[in-house]
């Protein structure tokens, strides 16, 4: 890919502490400015030290399903504590890991019955590659080694699923550093002819690599089925993952899916099964399933896949924490429930009155263009011009207005721009999926007065 200088930014002064200090140091003064300072949380709901109520509109970061102080699985995780707090998966074996194995692929269904677990998303992407590398050289197929993944996307933050997340800016910084990848464009079905039309555009993108490097090279094509904060919730046309999925398999290509945000909210664990016609080959789940309460990932295979490799090889790979019992215990919890309360109904039910509203405030609002997604993970495309879709371009970053003015009206947003908003800009509303009809609505009327506030100060 072309090869861009990477950004230079000057930081304004702030005030710093001389010794420890928040995480938010690090970032930059414009992102890290106006973060409130969180001493505690219950259901959808945190409150700052000044004794301020927000919404988590975004669970954190897509992340706390069950929202905040869930009983049943701070329970489980004392006991687990109690039981047994640590073993490791090179030399023990331990119960917690078989029970959070057997729930998880029970709800994935065929094609998942096997289950590895790691601490994070960036964890889980990384360990789905390295587990068709192995895969590919221990049926000798060693010249497997390219992945090729969409532009935008996100998929982490090592250094491989880095490579993978498309987003000219990291590239940028890490290019040189990079280990092979190659990206074809998302298809983005805002500012396109048609979902179809954007889907076409991207299988011809991706036959156009297949063809320039040769498809024996590839070793896996890494999508997320639906976009979450790199392209803001983009649902492709179905007809993408099927093409997808006919061309892999045509080509010894493996399917891999990052469902590290759709896991549960739309309405399935996996969003793969929107369409069982195109399920991948290997799933990647983390967020979600541990809700916040433990460090978790998961990726999910098929019997024949993982038992190919443990046959031949065997997959070559732990991490000290990998299936830790205590992030075992607090998954298989949180999947009890998940299931027990009908979450995934819920996010179905409650997602279309988030959804209702969204095309509500999208109607009144001079800056609200497009809402999409898919049950409770929703996002709404911000303008400067709903005419002619004219983003906001790269000087200003009309979120994290957003965000600022959501924090006076009670909402906590998540907003992190990626490729300096060249494919557009939106805000993600992705609550707990605990959360009831009256509170989606008070969100909603919260929302519009916030997004109000935002469009005053962003339009003059
Ligand atoms: C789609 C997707 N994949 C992977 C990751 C990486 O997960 P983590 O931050 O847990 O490493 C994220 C994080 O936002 C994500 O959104």
Redesign the pocket.
Known sequence: METQRPPTTSVPARPRPARGGHQDLFFSASSAAGLPDLVRGEGIHVWDRAGRRYVDVAAG??LATLGHGNARVLAALAEQGRTLSFACTRNARHDANLALAEKLSGLAGPGFERVHLCS????A?ETAIQLCRQRAVALGEPERSIVISLEPS????TFA?MAYTGDARTHAVYGPMLPPFELIPAPLTYRSPSPAAASDASIAALRDVLERVGAARVLAVLI?PIG??ASGANVPAPAFARELRRICSASGILLVF?E??TAFRTGRLLAAHRDPAALPDVAVL??GIGAGYAPL?AVLASARLVDDLADRSGFDLAHSSNAAPLSCAVGAAVLDEVVGRDLMGNAVRTGAILRAGLERIAARSPIVSDVRGDGMLLATELVRDKESALPFGPEVDPALVVRRHAADHGLLLYARRMNSGRFGDWILVTPPLVIDEGEAEELIDRLEEAIADAARELLG
């Open positions: 970061a897509f994070s998303g960036s964890e992407v996100y998929h982490g933050s699923t997320e979450g904060q990052d590290v945000v983390a967020k990932g």
